[in-house]
């Protein structure tokens, strides 16, 4: 099982990223799918939710409006796009995959970081 986050990087604020998560080793498309992510000295927060048709979307209220949530089933891949970044979204990123209680993975996570 593996997940693999990349996109992350230095942006300014105002600006966007769109994060990708790759996944393998498991069917994607029985697993829903989250974003968290952790800012240091904080605790791990989640970020975004999608089920696994795709058909449903939630967000932290900190980020609604500005980031939207999707997954290819065909490419195993799920995204992120931030838009209209802010220093408080200064985070390691973590793709999540999750089925019931008992399966759980985790991607290495991608830092994004929001600077002038």
């Known amino acids: 099982v593996q997940l693999v986050e990349s996109g992350g990087g230095l942006v300014q604020p105002g600006g966007s990223l769109r994060l990708s998560c790759a996944a393998s080793?498991?069917?994607?498309?029985?697993?829903?799918m989250s974003w968290y992510r952790q800012a240091p000295g904080k605790e791990r927060e989640l970020v975004a939710t999608?089920?696994?048709?795709?058909?449903?979307?939630d967000y932290a209220d900190s980020v609604k409006v500005r980031f939207t949530i999707s997954r290819d089933n065909a490419k195993n891949t799920v995204y992120l796009r931030m838009n209209s970044l802010k220093f408080e979204d200064t985070a390691v990123y973590y793709c999540?995959?999750?089925?019931?209680?008992?399966?759980?993975?985790w991607g290495q996570g991608t830092q994004v970081t929001v600077s002038s």
């Open positions: 999608i089920t696994r048709n795709g058909g449903t979307t």
């Open positions: 080793g498991f069917t994607f498309s029985s697993y829903a």
């Open positions: 999540d995959a999750k089925r019931g209680v008992l399966f759980d993975y």
